[in-house]
């Protein structure tokens, strides 16, 4: 009987061995598909069965794309918008989130529990909703096709302020306290002792806010018309529709689109775990 | 602290409360008459507009074929990689690394191997042992759509899988020990422990995943430049880029961002009341 119930136990173990690691292969074919084909020559992909190892590494299918279509060399100019917008973004969140989130968790003010749920209430706006009323602000601003008009709408955001007071609140006041009165300046305490202890918090954020605007397509479809002020996203599907025969050198472009993410995520797989993760740990 | 909730009025509560003032009127982008107020007309008009309803139902289809499955195998997943004692880390990061690609690149990955001489083909024809059959991944009405969800599935599917985990974690193993102490099945664990204790993650990747799925716009973008039929994929989002871009009407696209807006706030309320409703205490 006893032995009967092991033998069963170890064949579900099995089975959920096999389950997952099924599901990782499955997970992670798509992947491996984008690198290998990238560097094949286009009637190579399509060839059934398709072949996971490719036979040489064909150049052409990363030189085509960096070159440009017009020899202009445009897909480097929308890179480097890509890093600008993202890294601009990603600094004034978490600045303009640390000092706000510090300032809701450590500091008595009239009105500190309006803001503070009127900040949570902004975070219900999905962004889908408001687009057109931001084009509406940019265009009347003449910043469309400019980094400014880019990067506005997404200074600061509602769940930066909330993941920085969540994380400040436990902070312990005695050390605020005895900076204060050994002559440390308000702007020097967070500088030298909150900004140095939420690294973690930090971190979370700083990837968040730069992944997510590399990610983002719609707002720049917005916003930008023209070539110089492209970034990553708009290139592909520019890219795709012109080049949609060129399967090998899509790959490619799609390859040089996600190094830098890859690169960061086996660097700091932990910081983006943790975003995720943040949410489950949101009470209250 | 002062330029943070200034910028917090002009990005967030204007947009909003202007959205819902523009719609209220005739608006077009090239016209140079004055925008005309014509009340809740551009309302009416959309919910009279077969090319609405279509989009509604468009973006439904596509959230609850994308939530349902993506609720079921991010908890499976997550309850799975927890019970084992090794390669937690390994599983975890491999099931989140689609997350890391961009969605672009995710739709132009896909777009590949849905090509009738495709990946996708191969895969399906082997298992279903039907060699030769083009699925009409990027062309059938049905097809379209199922391809759409795939996309999103592989995308989201890991990101989800953490959020469960980190669930688990907060429910401590002496419950479950005591339990199989006391003679329970790990099935009994999981059913009358486990599922219970994790609900308000449940909720909250429920409603998450569905408001994730309801803004689902870049497959659905790029999908149709590359050739798929518009109708079956034309969610609400890639609609509103459409009228306001392409047509000029921003004052009907603005009606349209309301509604998506009343339908996201809907559900969000659902989950407050719902968390609220069972906080659990150990």
Redo the contacts between chains.
């Keep these: 009987m006893k032995t009967k119930k092991r033998k069963q136990s170890i064949f579900i173990d099995i089975l959920i061995w096999a389950f997952l690691v099924v599901a990782a292969v499955m997970i992670l074919a798509p992947i491996l598909f984008m690198f290998t084909a990238s560097m094949m020559p286009a009637r190579e992909i399509l060839k059934m069965p398709y072949r996971w190892i490719p036979s040489g590494f064909e150049a052409e299918n990363f030189w085509i794309p960096i070159k440009g279509l017009n020899n202009d060399f445009i897909f480097l100019r929308n890179i480097l918008n890509s890093f600008i917008v993202s890294g601009a973004v990603a600094l004034t969140t978490v600045l303009l989130s640390a000092l706000t989130g510090y300032a809701l968790a450590k500091f008595r003010f009239r009105g500190k529990n309006i803001v503070f749920f009127s900040i949570m209430a902004t975070m219900m706006i999905p962004f889908e909703a408001i687009m057109v009323p931001l084009y509406l602000v940019i265009t009347n601003f003449h910043l469309q096709n400019s980094y400014a008009g880019l990067i506005l709408p997404f200074l600061v955001n509602a769940f930066g302020i909330f993941l920085m007071r969540q994380y400040l609140v436990p902070f312990p006041d005695e050390i605020i306290d005895a900076a204060r009165i050994d002559g440390a300046g308000e702007f020097q305490i967070f500088r030298r002792i909150i900004l140095p202890n939420s690294l973690p918090a930090v971190a979370t954020l700083a990837i968040l806010a730069f992944r997510t605007q590399w990610d983002n397509l719609l707002w720049p479809l917005l916003v930008v018309q023209s070539e110089e002020m492209k970034t990553i996203p708009l290139y592909i599907t520019k890219f795709t529709g012109e080049m949609s025969s060129n399967e090998g050198a899509m790959m490619a472009v799609a390859v040089i689109a996600s190094i830098p993410m890859l690169v960061l995520f086996f660097a700091m797989s932990r910081y983006f775990l943790s975003g995720a993760a943040v949410y489950s740990s949101r009470k209250g | 602290?002062t330029?943070?909730?200034l910028?917090?009025s002009?990005?967030?509560?204007?947009?909003?409360g202007?959205?819902f003032y523009?719609s209220l009127f005739r608006k077009n982008m090239l016209s140079l008459r004055p925008p005309k107020f014509i009340g809740f007309e551009n309302y009416t008009y959309l919910f009279g507009s077969p090319d609405f309803w279509n989009s509604l139902r468009a973006t439904l289809v596509f959230t609850v074929g994308t939530f349902v499955p993506i609720l079921l195998f991010s908890l499976l997943?997550a309850v799975?990689?927890q019970?084992?004692r090794r390669f937690q880390k390994f599983?975890?990061?491999?099931?989140?690394?689609?997350?890391?690609?961009?969605?672009?690149?995710?739709a132009?990955?896909?777009?590949?191997?849905f090509?009738p001489?495709?990946?996708a083909n191969?895969w399906v024809n082997g298992l279903a042992g039907t060699p030769g059959v083009d699925h009409q991944w990027l062309v059938d009405y049905h097809i379209a759509q199922i391809s759409t969800m795939v996309v999103y599935f592989?995308k989201y599917?890991?990101?989800?899988t953490?959020?469960?985990?980190?669930?688990l974690s907060?429910i401590p193993r002496t419950i479950s020990e005591a339990a199989t102490i006391d003679g329970a099945s790990p099935w009994q664990n999981f059913w009358f422990i486990t599922l219970p204790l994790l609900k308000?993650?449940t909720v909250?990747v429920s409603i998450?995943s569905m408001?994730q799925c309801?803004?689902t716009?870049?497959t659905q973008?790029?999908f149709t430049?590359?050739?798929a039929p518009k109708e079956p994929i034309n969610v609400i989002?890639l609609n509103?880029?459409d009228t306001?871009?392409r047509d000029h009407r921003?004052g009907r696209?603005?009606a349209m961002?309301?509604v998506?807006?009343g339908i996201?706030?809907l559900l969000?309320l659902v989950q407050f009341q719902l968390?609220k409703s069972d906080?659990v205490s150990y």
Excluded: C
């Design positions: 602290m330029p943070a909730l910028f917090f002009i990005f967030s509560f204007y947009p909003i202007n959205a523009t997943f799975f990689i019970s084992r599983f975890q990061l491999a099931y989140y690394s689609p997350a890391v690609l961009s969605s672009v690149v995710a132009a990955i896909w777009m590949i191997i090509d001489r495709g990946l191969q592989w599917v890991g990101y989800f953490i959020i469960f985990i980190a669930g907060t308000p993650t909250l998450m408001l309801l803004k716009f870049s973008y790029l430049q590359g050739g989002t509103i880029y306001a871009i921003i696209a603005s961002s309301i998506l807006f996201m706030l969000t968390s906080e």
